[in-house]
C-alpha cells in the first residue's frame, strides 16, 4: 500500500499520561499535515511541515502538543498530560507541492480515547 | 459565522437520485476548491478538485464553482448506497495553502 499510513490506529489512555502518534506519507511528498477532528466537524488544523521543517503551527494547539518531522520521512505527534478533551481522530495528510498546485492525501487516522 | 458554512444534513435520498451538496464561504481570496468523501471511522479522501470558478466532471460526480456568489456544490448523478457517507468541502488560497473545512454533510442513500 503506498497511501498514507497512520499508528496506531486506536489508543485509550488514562488522562494525564503521554501517547505518541506516527505518521508515514506518501513517498516523496514534501508535506505533511496533523490534524484533528471530533464527531460532526471537519478537520482541525495543528501543524505542518515542509520537508523536515515545521513551517506553521495552529494557535490553538497547546504547549502540551509537540510534533517532529526528524529526517523530512515519518513525523510524530505527541501529546504530553492527555486530558479529556484531548479525545478526538488525529489525521495526518501528505502532500506534494508542485508551483501553487497541492493536493492532500490523507491517511485513516489514530482515534484517541482520554479516560 | 465560520469563513466555510455546510448544512451538516443528514440528507436522505432514494437510490438512484441526483444529489446536490453545497457550502458557502466567505473569503473572495479562495482559489483551490475540494470536495472530500469520509466513510465512518476512516479519513478523509479527495473526489474532486478545482480551481477557480467553473465546472468539472469525473464519472457520476460533478463540482461546480460559483466565485461571483461565493457558493461550491457537488452533485451526484445515479447515487448508489455506497455513495453514503460524510462530504467535506475544503479550500485555500493562493497565500496560504492551509485547508479550511466545512463540518461535512452526512449522506445517507436508502436502497
Known amino acids: 500500500d503506498t497511501g498514507v499510513s497512520q499508528d496506531p490506529r486506536h489508543k485509550i489512555t488514562k488522562r494525564g499520561q503521554n501517547v505518541t502518534f506516527r505518521c508515514d506519507p506518501i513517498?516523496?511528498?514534501?508535506?505533511l499535515y496533523w490534524y484533528r477532528q471530533t464527531l460532526g466537524q471537519g478537520p482541525e488544523f495543528l501543524t505542518y511541515?515542509?520537508?523536515?521543517?515545521?513551517?506553521?503551527k495552529s494557535r490553538l494547539l497547546s504547549d502540551r502538543f509537540s510534533a517532529e518531522r526528524p529526517k523530512g520521512s515519518f513525523s510524530t505527534l505527541e501529546i504530553q498530560r492527555t486530558e479529556q478533551g484531548d479525545s478526538a481522530m488525529y489525521l495526518c495528510?501528505?502532500?506534494?507541492?508542485?508551483?501553487?498546485?497541492?493536493?492532500?492525501?490523507f491517511g485513516p487516522g489514530t482515534r484517541l480515547l482520554v479516560l | 459565522q465560520k469563513e466555510v458554512e455546510q448544512d451538516p444534513g443528514p440528507l436522505s435520498v432514494p437510490e438512484g437520485a441526483i444529489v446536490s451538496l453545497n457550502c458557502t464561504y466567505s473569503?473572495?481570496?479562495?482559489?483551490?476548491f475540494m470536495w472530500y468523501r469520509q466513510y465512518s471511522r476512516k479519513g478523509p479522501e479527495l473526489l474532486m478538485y478545482?480551481?477557480s470558478s467553473g465546472n468539472k466532471e469525473d464519472g457520476r460526480f460533478t463540482a461546480q464553482v460559483d466565485k461571483s456568489s461565493k457558493y461550491i456544490s457537488l452533485f451526484i448523478r445515479d447515487s448508489q448506497p455506497s455513495d453514503s457517507a460524510t462530504y467535506l468541502c475544503?479550500?485555500?488560497?493562493?497565500?496560504?495553502?492551509?485547508?479550511?473545512w466545512g463540518a461535512g454533510t452526512k449522506l445517507i442513500i436508502k436502497p
Open positions: 495528510a501528505s502532500s506534494l507541492l508542485r508551483g501553487s498546485q497541492e493536493t492532500q492525501y
Open positions: 473569503n473572495s481570496a479562495f482559489q483551490y
Open positions: 511541515f515542509q520537508n523536515e521543517a515545521q513551517l506553521e
Open positions: 478545482t480551481y
Open positions: 475544503a479550500m485555500s488560497s493562493d497565500s496560504n495553502y492551509q485547508l479550511i
Open positions: 513517498s516523496e511528498h514534501n508535506r
